[in-house]
């Protein structure tokens, strides 16, 4: 969902860069999950809000200091699923394809999506190959397939793309 930046002025506010276009997704009272080392969440509730592009700021409970909040400075924050916005027609979350099998269409194993990556021009996802990894841009033209049930993710046979 995003992540904390430096504190905002003396009280605990921190300045927060937010990863997608639904940051109308947090409210006022919600709790947020936070990181604070990989793999390790804490719960946290979300006291005060200003959503406002580059400037967005956010102020836990608990953290009244800006002593206090700076510890949180660089962790990244989600939201459990529970409180995700329903989706329409074919759009998905990026983090249902963690941990889905892709191969390719001759039904080759590649490997398991253990990450995605949001840049400029598209969506990656990241492929763990053989202990390496794999950038493969997220788009119509490499995708052949994502059943998010079974979590299969089918990649074209496109040159160059898995060398």
């Not at 390496?132 to 033209?141: G, M, Q």
Request: hydrophobic share 40%.
């Amino acid at each position: 969902m995003g992540k904390f930046l430096k504190p905002w002025g003396l009280n605990g506010e921190l300045r927060v860069t937010i990863f997608n276009e639904i940051d109308s997704a947090l409210k006022i009272g919600m709790e947020i999950w936070v990181e604070t080392d990989k793999g390790v969440f804490s719960t946290q509730t979300i006291e005060s809000l200003n959503i406002v592009g580059n400037n967005s700021r956010i102020k836990l409970t608990g953290y009244n200091k800006r002593e206090e909040a700076e510890k949180l400075h660089g962790f990244v924050f989600s939201l459990p699923r529970s409180e995700f916005i329903p989706l329409e027609g074919k759009e998905l979350y990026l983090i249902d394809l963690i941990g889905c099998k892709v191969s390719d269409e001759n039904k080759n194993s590649i490997g398991t999506v253990v990450d995605t990556l949001s840049l400029p021009a598209q969506n990656h996802i990241v492929v763990e190959a053989e202990g390496n990894e794999i950038l493969i841009p997220f788009v119509d033209a490499h995708i052949s397939l994502f059943d998010e049930k079974k979590k299969i993710l089918i990649v074209r046979n496109v040159e160059g793309l898995l060398n």
